[in-house]
């Protein structure tokens, strides 16, 4: 069996049309998901980018393996100790050495490992091609070593492939001879005047006002997005850039597609379309950013296209993407190694039959200190460092009626505030006994970052002068409001400067 698995940086489930966004932002992926099961509540226990692939590959959260930022000791695997093999965890007991082992002939194009020095990502792989651009390469470099790959290997049997495409991370880079479909099309509805006049105010790395983080938009070097967003053209501009992003990757998923399809192999292929987390685009007033443990970071397409397996069905249940490792190793027969944190969900791929999570907890520590539990239509938010953006210690959305996160309900609903702190509480828990019994340690690398001086996009590597020096830019910019707030929270530690 040959196994093609798709990783989509920053792609937000909710802007694919299969998903159902009103623009046809994906007609390829459309196609797959229609031949498979498409999974519409699958969350990466861990964002962003350095924790969640470290998870989906080690197959234990955050917590566990001590990758939780991507920065300080936070973003370094924890030392195994005195348990350490010949081989350690990563290696022996990881996702694609299991592979190995079934068989497989495991192969990755992605610069990942270097991007963020993370070398547990290629442990278990046959091949590893490195496209060099530490992220910031374009569909259009990364292409001709897929295809040259594909020409290679394609019709052959029991191979695993990996592969990234980055467009979709912001700043959106495709190129500008690509046309814009979508230049004549509306953005959603619930993107607002008024909800825009709000974020323009809005205090934060990645608002509206800070579209660079904690600056402008470079848009010399990206042309596709503007300054800042200032008005409903200019957030046009921005939203428009990540849809053509994503249809132009699509493009590239298309040559594959046709590709399996011309070597006679494609019915035999699985393939499944993910990513390793979302993107906000208004959601919690973020834009183009994907630091928070909310609905818009977390939660990630699950498309599953598995010869024999369900057709054309939707899953709602709830899952992680660590749950995808203990699956395939059911669907393939294979033995799963017991640190797993997963748990399988091969009966949904098989028919459809529904096998997911109660509830599931998500964490952020990179941008900001959140843990969330999300369970029935709920998402509680519990912040412990609130990376420049003033959010309230407890959030609480209802994700049915409101997926962008733009009513906090939690002084309406105290007691679904305290429901959600104990499902936190009992995650935590279990997952310290675990910690307990496998691990060299028993710290949460939660508060390692806290220790450390809180997430690596804040003070934390920015340098002393960070908070000052956007504290003044707030001031230039009219929100005053936000300057004053932000010296008043962090007066202890600016007294330090």
Not at 141 to 166: C, G, L, R, T
């Amino acid at each position: 069996m040959r196994i093609l698995y798709l990783d989509l940086d920053a792609l937000n489930p909710s802007h694919l049309s299969c998903y159902g966004y009103h623009r046809n932002t994906s007609p390829t992926i459309d196609q797959i998901a229609a031949e498979g099961l498409r999974c519409t509540n699958v969350y990466t226990p861990d964002a962003p980018c350095l924790p969640s692939r470290t998870a989906f590959y080690s197959g234990r959260f955050g917590i566990h393996t001590g990758v939780v930022g991507h920065g300080g000791s936070a973003a370094q695997p924890k030392i195994q100790g005195k348990d350490r093999g010949f081989r350690d965890h990563f290696d022996e007991k990881g996702f694609a050495r299991q592979l190995q082992k079934a068989g497989y002939h495991t192969a990755m194009i992605s610069p990942f490992g270097q991007r963020h020095a993370a070398w547990q990502f290629y442990a278990g792989f046959n091949e590893i091609h490195n496209t060099g651009g530490g992220g910031s390469e374009s569909a259009e470099v990364v292409q001709p070593v897929i295809e040259k790959w594909f020409n290679d290997h394609a019709s052959e049997d029991n191979w695993y492939m990996h592969i990234n495409f980055w467009d979709i991370h912001t700043p959106y880079r495709a190129p500008m001879d690509y046309p814009n479909p979508f230049e004549n099309q509306p953005i959603a509805d619930w993107l607002t005047e008024d909800l825009l006049a709000k974020h323009i105010k809005k205090t934060g790395p990645h608002s509206a006002s800070d579209l660079g983080m904690y600056n402008d938009s470079d848009v010399e070097k990206w042309p596709r997005t503007p300054n800042r967003i200032t008005d409903m053209d200019s957030l046009k501009q921005w939203i428009d850039g990540y849809d053509v992003a994503i249809r132009y990757v699509d493009d590239k998923i298309k040559w594959m597609v046709e590709k399996l399809k011309a070597d006679g192999v494609y019915e035999d292929t699985v393939i499944i379309i993910s990513a390793d987390h979302g993107e906000n685009q208004g959601d919690l007033g973020i834009y183009g950013e994907h630091g928070t443990a909310d609905h818009a970071t977390c939660h990630i397409p699950m498309i599953v296209k598995w010869p024999g397996g369900a057709q054309g069905k939707v899953d709602n249940e709830l899952h992680y993407n660590v749950d995808w490792a203990p699956t395939v190793m059911d669907m393939i027969g294979a033995e799963k190694p017991d640190i797993w944190d997963g748990k399988s969900y091969a009966a949904t791929v098989k028919d459809g039959t529904p096998d997911g999570h109660e509830d599931i907890v998500i964490s952020q520590c990179c941008h900001v200190c959140q843990r969330s539990a999300r369970w029935g239509k709920w998402l509680y938010i519990r912040t412990y460092h609130d990376g420049f953006h003033l959010f309230d210690d407890e959030m609480l959305f209802d994700l049915e009626n409101d997926p962008h996160e733009t009513t906090n309900l939690a002084a309406d609903h105290p007691e679904l505030c305290k429901e959600g702190a104990y499902r936190l509480m009992g995650w935590h828990d279990k997952q310290m006994q675990k910690m307990a019994k496998q691990s060299n340690d028993s710290v949460d690398p939660l508060w390692t970052v806290i220790r450390e001086g809180g997430p690596h996009h804040t003070h934390h590597n920015q340098g002393p002068k960070v908070l000052v020096n956007y504290i003044e830019r707030l001031k230039k910019t009219g929100r005053e409001d936000g300057a004053k707030a932000l010296s008043e929270k962090y007066a202890d530690y600016l007294a330090t400067l």
